[in-house]
Nanobody
Framework: QVQLVESGGGLVQPGGSLRLSCAAS????????IGWFRQAPGKEREGVSY????????YYADSVKGRFTISRDNAKNTVYLQMNSLKSEDTAVYYC????????????????WGQGTQVTVSS
């Protein structure tokens, strides 16, 4: 069964850190680019970061640049999103999804989505 499973979310105080994981099963994750997205209540889904296949080019939204780091561990078939200096506005459900190429990412063509993991930043 082809699926992505996110984990690592939780409740953290402002300024704290979390590491999200996106684990793949049923396929090899390094054959795809992986995007991280988030959606807060009442807001549209936002692209947070991605890492491309092959050469692992990375991208970060301006809102997270310098605070979040995306990486992949092919041996574990997992992509990570390290989130530091968290702010209340980072509160959202975070999802990962697969895509083939940058054009697919831009056009919203994703093959597989995870179920999401909740991140809550609050004191």
């Amino acid at each position: 069964q082809v699926q992505l499973v996110e984990s690592g979310g939780g409740l953290v105080q402002p300024g704290g850190s979390l590491r999200l994981s996106c684990a793949a099963s049923g396929f090899t994750l390094d054959s795809y680019g992986i995007g991280w997205f988030r959606q807060a209540p009442g807001k549209e889904r936002e692209g947070v970061s991605y890492i491309s296949r092959r050469i692992s080019t990375t991208y970060y939204a301006d809102s997270v640049k310098g605070r979040f780091t995306i990486s992949r561990d092919n041996a574990k078939n997992t992509v990570y999103l390290q989130m530091n200096s968290l702010k209340s506005e980072d509160t959202a459900v975070y999802y990962c999804a697969t895509f083939y190429a940058y054009g697919d990412y831009v056009r919203g063509r994703f093959q597989t989505w995870g179920q999401g993991t909740q991140v809550t930043v609050s004191s």
